[in-house]
């Protein structure tokens, strides 16, 4: 199956640019919170707040958009839709370098028991590299020069990365309700956007339109079990006294 033509989706956007810019502002404002909150409990917990595997997707993927500059300012696709992007990314990129730090910070007794910090830290380092590595190998194998379908599928696994740490941390450390609800506006927001007004064709084919529906959903079930687990509400609240850290 084919993904999307380039010009045809900028055309699209650009005739649709109130409605891009309101709902895809409005999901950029939640990725921010989203993204700010996660570093945020995670020094507030002392953990690390995001999976090891999920920084290690998200990481080289909002790095490369970066070392991409020229193609968005004055290059192949100088489009303001793909410029506002760029500087949105700069925050979740500097957010994942963070999340990187803590899981080196703070993860050590969970991910590399036994072994010593160097050692840890060497592991976090190689498993960083892998994700560049696996990420150039699939960048390069996709026809998504806009970064359009892989925003969507990187944003579909940022809700097992969260299920996988409630299974580790059946509190919920290094998480907050603010965090997931913000997640869930971001995937709802930008679902509805690139169905609606990126033109059609891909936008509308069956497998994109189950990515969305399979990122949304899933969103709600960890707002779900994050309630459950007894998360604060936000990074400035207190936890429930029945799901307090042990101390």
Not at 161 to 167: D, Q
């Amino acid at each position: 199956m084919g993904t999307y033509d380039p010009a045809t989706v900028l055309a699209a956007i650009s005739a649709n640019a109130v409605a891009v810019v309101a709902i895809g502002g409005l999901s950029i404002l939640a990725m921010f919170v989203f993204f700010i909150e996660g570093a945020r409990m995670g020094r507030r917990d002392c953990v690390y707040p995001m999976a090891l595997w999920m920084t290690a997707l998200w990481w080289p993927h909002d790095g490369s958009y970066l070392l991409h500059f020229n193609d968005w300012f004055g290059g192949r696709y100088d489009h303001w839709f793909m410029q506002m992007f760029w500087f949105a990314i700069v925050v979740t990129f500097l957010a994942e370098t963070v999340y990187a730090w803590q899981t080196m910070r703070y993860g050590r007794d969970e991910l590399s028991p036994g072994r010593t910090d160097a050692q840890h830290r060497l592991r976090i380092l190689g498993a960083l590299a892998a994700g560049v590595i696996s990420w150039a190998l699939v960048k390069g194998a996709l026809a998504d020069d806009l970064y359009l379908l892989s925003f969507m599928a990187t944003l579909l696994w940022g809700a097992p990365s969260a299920s996988a740490l409630l299974g580790r941390r059946p509190d919920g450390r290094g998480q907050s309700m603010l965090e997931w609800i913000c997640y869930s506006v971001m995937a709802v927001c930008y679902s509805i956007v690139s169905i609606a007004f990126f033109g059609g064709g891909f936008f509308h084919s069956w497998p994109y339109v189950g990515i969305c529906v399979a990122a949304c959903g899933w969103s709600f079930v960890v707002i779900a079990d994050a309630r459950r687990a007894g998360v604060p509400f936000a990074s400035w609240t207190t936890r429930p006294a029945t799901h307090a850290l042990a101390q």
